[in-house]
C-alpha cells in the first residue's frame, strides 16, 4: 500500500532535503583516499625539478585522480562553506551575497585546477 | 505584538554560557579547518596552474612554497587537512549510528587530536626526509 510517507520518505517536503547532505558525505568519503594520494605525490616531489613534476601530473592515472579530487573537494567545500554562512551570517542581503561568492570561488578553483590539470595532461 | 513577545521569549544557552567542552572545540577546530582548507584549495590551484604555466611561473610558487613563511603555512595546511579528514571519518562513524556514547565520542576526539598531530609530523619527516629524491 502506498501512502504519503514513502513519497517524502528521505526527501522532505521541497522533494530533495537530504540531497545536500548526502552529496556531502559522498564527497567527504571520496575525500579520503583522494586527498592521502595528493598528500603522498606532493611528500615524493619534495625538492624535485619542473619537468619531473610536470611530468608526474600528466601521466593519465595521476590527471584523473587529481581531477577526481579537484571536481569532489569543491563540491564538498561549497557545501561546508555555505553550510557556516547559513549558519552565521543572519542579515539577508549579507547572507545572499556571501553564498553566492563562495558559489564562485568554489567553481573558479574548480575550473582553474581542471584547466591547468587538463593543460599538463594534454601537453600545451 | 510578535516583536515584543520574542524579545520576552527565553532564550535557549548559547556557546558563552557553557563551560568549553573537549567535544565542543571539536566540532568548532572542523568548522574552522574545513573554511582555512577553502584557502589552501586556492594554494593548490594557483601550484597548478602554475605547473601548467611554465618553468618561470613554477619557480614563483616553489620559492614561496620553500620559504620559512610558506613552509609554516603549508604545515599548518597540513595538519588542518588531516585534523579535518579523521574529523570527518569520525562523523561518517556517527552518520552510521554507531559510537555515539560518552566514553566513545571523548576517546575519538582524543584520538583525532593526537592522531593528525602525529601524522602531519609524520608526513614532514618523510617530506624532508625525501628531499633530494629517490
Not at chain 1, 579520503?32 to 601530473?57: C, D, T
Not at chain 1, 562553506?81 to 542579515?91: A, G, K, P, Q
Not at chain 2, 544557552?13 to 572545540?25: A, C, E, F, G, N
Not at chain 2, 582555512?36 to 602554475?50: C, E, I, M, N
Request: proline share 3%; net charge positive; charged share 10%.
Amino acid at each position: 500500500m502506498a501512502t504519503p510517507l514513502k513519497r517524502v520518505r528521505g526527501l522532505g517536503a521541497a522533494g530533495r532535503g537530504t540531497e545536500t547532505f548526502w552529496r556531502q558525505r559522498v564527497t567527504a568519503i571520496a575525500n579520503v583516499p583522494l586527498v592521502i594520494f595528493l598528500v603522498l605525490s606532493i611528500i615524493s616531489h619534495i625538492g624535485a625539478s619542473y619537468g619531473e613534476v610536470k611530468a608526474y601530473l600528466a601521466q593519465p592515472v595521476v590527471a584523473v585522480l587529481m581531477l577526481a579530487l579537484i571536481v569532489s573537494a569543491a563540491i564538498h567545500m561549497r557545501i561546508g562553506l555555505r553550510e557556516i554562512i547559513e549558519d552565521y551570517v543572519h542579515t539577508e542581503g549579507c547572507k545572499l551575497l556571501s553564498l553566492i561568492l563562495v558559489t564562485f570561488f568554489a567553481a573558479l578553483v574548480g575550473i582553474a585546477s581542471t584547466l591547468a590539470i587538463l593543460k599538463i595532461t594534454l601537453g600545451s | 505584538m510578535t516583536n515584543k513577545l520574542e524579545a520576552e521569549r527565553p532564550l535557549s544557552p548559547h556557546l558563552q554560557i557553557y563551560r568549553p567542552m573537549l567535544t565542543m572545540m571539536m566540532s568548532i577546530a572542523h568548522r574552522i579547518t574545513g573554511a582555512s582548507l577553502a584557502v589552501g584549495f586556492a594554494l593548490l590551484t594557483w601550484w597548478l596552474v602554475a605547473i601548467s604555466m611554465g618553468p618561470e611561473a613554477y619557480a614563483t610558487v616553489d620559492g614561496f612554497f620553500g620559504s620559512f613563511f610558506g613552509s609554516a603555512l603549508l604545515f599548518l595546511f597540513t595538519w588542518a587537512l588531516i585534523h579535518h579528514m579523521l574529523g570527518g571519518i569520525r562523523h561518517l562513524i556517527w552518520d552510521t549510528g554507531a559510537a555515539l556514547d560518552k566514553t566513545s565520542i571523548e576517546v575519538a576526539a582524543w584520538l583525532t587530536i593526537i592522531s593528525s598531530t602525529v601524522l602531519t609530523i609524520l608526513i614532514w619527516v618523510a617530506g624532508y626526509g625525501l628531499m633530494g629524491g629517490p
